[in-house]
């Protein structure tokens, strides 16, 4: 009961940041345009993001001829399940069960969301959808192995296998000294592994009309919606579990999370759409050879300390 109740209580309180951030990232953006965000409902807009919920609600949900129904229907359910179930495996003060092997858990459930993104693009039966899948599901691959690779290289520093790890890391290792470089690439490859700007191929609205989720309205576009913020939240909180290892301080590790978060904003702000063909090679050419150099120079600074 109480594993429920906890459950129910994460659930919440991930569904109510989602909505609030969605107004800091409207406000930081119409800022940056020098102009106006949402200010009309209630004082400053702070209500606005309840009211977009409470109008998607509302809104019907269209059917293509020939779709499949039922996975046309379950396949937005299915997405934003996955992306809550991640946040079950974090530690905090109101888990009771702790989970012993959280970061394989987040990596497998992961990879289980590349076969959700494929069912949604079938079931549209849309020419667009299609093209927005096979963009998704390439990004998502390719940047999936070097996402993999860098959590083995903390997970090695840490000899942890869960999100603990921050709290064991080893601060006197030379391996502490590769921190700043995998911080940059975990950087870029955390914006390709959501689909944010400047990596936003799966939702080119100028190119495929949205992407994969173009035939998506009403309740079902409101799942989609969660489930890609959520993911954001989600990797921020990641990236301040395996990055902060000198702010062991709640307030300092808070300040940190809310940092990557404004990172997310601040790119779609700043930064133009990136050439698809840059970015496959920047992550096969560059990104990918320099994270399995990292990985094996761990290995071996790890072997060496235990020898010695």
Known sequence: MMNILNMMFTTLIVLISIAFFTLMERKIISYSQNRKGPNKTNMMGIIQPISDALKLMNKEINLNYKSNFLMFFISPMFNILCSLAMWFSFPSVYTFKFMKMSILFIMTTMSVNIIIIMTMSWSSNSNYSMLGMMRSIAQMISYEINFMFIILT??????????EMTQKMMKWSPLSLFMPTLMIMWMIIILAETNRTPFDFSEGESEIISGFNIEFSGKSFMFLFLAEYSSILLMSLLTSSLFSTIMMKTT???????TICFVFIWTRTTLPRFRYDKLMKMNWHKILPMTMYLLMISFLTKVFYTKN
């Open 154 to 163: 903390c997970m090695n520093m840490s000899e942890q296998t869960n999100l």
């Open 252 to 258: 300092w590790f808070i300040m940190f999370y809310m």
